[in-house]
Nanobody, 126 residues
Framework: QVHLVESGGGMVQAGDSLRLSCKFSAGSGRFFRTYEMAWFRREPGKDRDFVAA????????DYADSVQGRFTISRDNTDDTLYLQMDNLYPEDTAVYYC????????????????WGQGTQATVSS
């Protein structure tokens, strides 16, 4: 069983930055370094949207158009942690941010991921 715990959310003003973290833990035989990882977000009353994804080895990344150039996804496979650096935040970035993991492929659909964290709230005021 995989356990994901997000942290780093908060309340900031437009133009500010936040750095989200997602700590991975799992039972015997499961290793963070083998999982494709991603960030999604959900605004109130809306579906979960793709934000960014990263390959198991960090060798490839993908971003939603809305965050390209402002957000950076990264991972530390020695510390079992996923990160999302969010710069130049907009009020429309306000959402609950979730990290997700799967063993199969790096993708942008929530259906591809079978392990989820509980989420962390990021609120950006204008």
């Amino acid at each position: 069983q995989v356990h994901l715990v997000e942290s780093g959310g908060g309340m900031v003003q437009a133009g500010d930055s936040l750095r989200l973290s997602c700590k991975f833990s799992a039972g015997s035989g499961r290793f963070f370094r083998t999982y494709e990882m991603a960030w999604f977000r959900r605004e109130p009353g809306k579906d979960r949207d793709f934000v960014a994804a990263i390959r198991y080895n960090g060798g490839s990344t993908d971003y939603a158009d809305s965050v390209q150039g402002r957000f950076t996804i990264s991972r530390d496979n020695t510390d079992d942690t996923l990160y999302l650096q969010m710069d130049n935040l907009y009020p429309e970035d306000t959402a609950v941010y979730y990290c997700a993991a799967n063993l199969i492929s790096m993708g942008s659909s929530p259906a591809q991921y079978d392990n989820w964290g509980q989420g962390t709230q990021a609120t950006v005021s204008s």
